[in-house]
């Protein structure tokens, strides 16, 4: 959430970037100066007459004392008092009003964002590695999948409907190894702190990090209780700190986790529609951040190169992205999209999302920090960026590391996790 006084006495920057998102800013704004100036009005009403008010009780105190008539004066105030309450609950509906209004404004692009009105405008920073060769025609993760045995599609509809999958032997084996791996590489060479947080959070959790109210289509929701599954565990990791003021002398806060992610895809219906690309729960290490304002940039460029280091350990070649202004997540102020190469499919494929939200998620759920010597807190900024998708690396090794007898080989950095080398067909 942005800053009411910012968004205030700013308003012609907003809406222009806004436009650099490629919004409307009065579909967004809507009649932002008119709620944002009646809300004012009454509420200097309001205390204009609790002044009068209290002035009126003083000299009600005083009239009484010297034994003279006060019944004028004290109906006067009654009355002033019933319209005082009117102002106030006028004034709380406009608050109410307003604060759903600027919980709709998404954040404001950085100014290192490459302009764009589309995707196709994201400008790509850098690559790594080479793309796999083979002598024969590679083929899709979905085919080898199915014909290695460790990826059923068809059970999984049985139990669950589409976009859920199996995994079964060596399948479930190295989802288990990549999880266990990535967590380790984080936790023992690039300094996070590993958190198991719960898969279920309330809905001031959601709002916290901006899933809600915008995105609810895309959550699921348990029935008759507030509790939302976790869409990634962004929003467990992030909230631990809501209402909190963390101690600056331990900024940079850096935390990750291992969960599973559960998301409707709402708006994604008739998309990828083969294979694991796009389900409705998949695994997911997530890591996130918290620093000083200043400092925020800088862990930005580390945070993604620690997402990058594990694609580098398994030898997948891949590519990072600028996402130009059109293509920002809704509370990014920044974002690095890592590209996995899928030769299968010959394409390149997102396998992480790394941004600085700045203070927007910190300011919607209220975590500040104290600067050293300072009376006031300020809000930190937080950051988060997979490290990475399980389901997608997994599908990525697949592709890349199959072999021309249809087995697939298992990255080095892999096999003490995995207790093998490669991944036969076997059929269950």
């Known amino acids: 959430m942005l800053d009411l006084g910012f968004v205030r006495e700013h308003l012609p920057l907003i809406e222009e970037k806004l436009r650099l998102r490629g919004m409307d800013p009065g579909e967004v704004l809507g009649d932002f100066q008119a709620l944002d100036g009646e809300r004012r ?139 266990n791996f990535m967590l380790d590489l984080h936790t023992r060479e690039h300094g996070y702190t590993e958190v198991l947080p719960p898969y279920m959070v309330n809905s001031d959790s959601m709002y916290g990090t901006g899933q809600l109210p915008k995105f609810a289509d895309d959550l699921f929701k348990c029935e008759k209780h507030d509790l939302w599954l976790v869409p990634t565990a962004e929003v467990p990791l992030t909230n631990l700190y809501r209402e909190e003021t963390l101690d600056a002398a331990k900024l940079p806060i850096s935390l990750t986790a291992y969960t599973p992610c559960f998301r409707s895809e709402a708006g994604s219906y008739g998309k990828d529609v083969r294979g694991i690309i796009r389900q409705h729960q998949f695994q997911k290490v997530e890591l996130v951040k918290f620093d000083r304002p200043e400092d925020s940039y800088e862990q930005l460029e580390k945070l993604t190169h620690d997402a990058e280091v594990v694609l580098q350990r398994l030898g997948l070649h891949y590519r990072v992205v600028a996402l130009c202004t059109a293509d920002l997540g809704f509370a990014a102020a920044k974002t690095y999209d890592i590209e996995v190469w899928l030769p299968g499919q010959q394409l390149f494929r997102e396998i992480s999302s790394c941004s600085n939200f700045e203070a927007f998620q910190a300011r919607r759920a209220n975590i500040r920090y104290r600067p050293e010597g300072a009376k006031k807190s300020e809000f930190v900024h937080t950051l988060n960026g997979s490290g990475l998708a399980i389901g997608r690396t997994w599908l990525a090794i697949l592709e890349n590391y199959q072999q021309a007898d249809g087995s697939v080989a298992i990255p080095e950095a892999l096999r003490p996790y995995m207790g093998a080398e490669r991944i036969t067909a076997k059929k269950f």
Request: proline fraction near 5%; glycine fraction near 6%; charge should be positive.
């Open 41 to 179: 009005r009454l509420i200097t009403e309001a205390e204009t007459l609790k002044a009068q008010r209290n002035r009126a009780a003083e000299e009600i105190a005083r009239l009484k004392k010297e034994k003279k008539d006060a019944e004028q004066l004290i109906a006067q105030n009654k009355e002033m008092r019933t319209r005082g309450e009117e102002l106030e609950k006028q004034a709380a509906e406009k608050e109410e009003k307003l604060r759903g209004l600027m919980a709709s404004i998404p954040n404001l692009p950085h100014s290192s964002v490459p302009p764009g009105k589309s995707p196709a405008d994201n400008q790509e920073i850098r690559r790594w590695g080479t793309p796999a060769k083979f002598d024969f025609t590679p083929k899709s993760h979905w085919e080898l999948g199915e014909q290695l045995g460790v990826l059923d599609m068809e059970r999984a509809a049985k139990l669950s409907g589409a976009r859920f999958a199996v995994y079964w032997d060596m399948g479930a084996k190295l989802e288990r190894a990549l999880a």
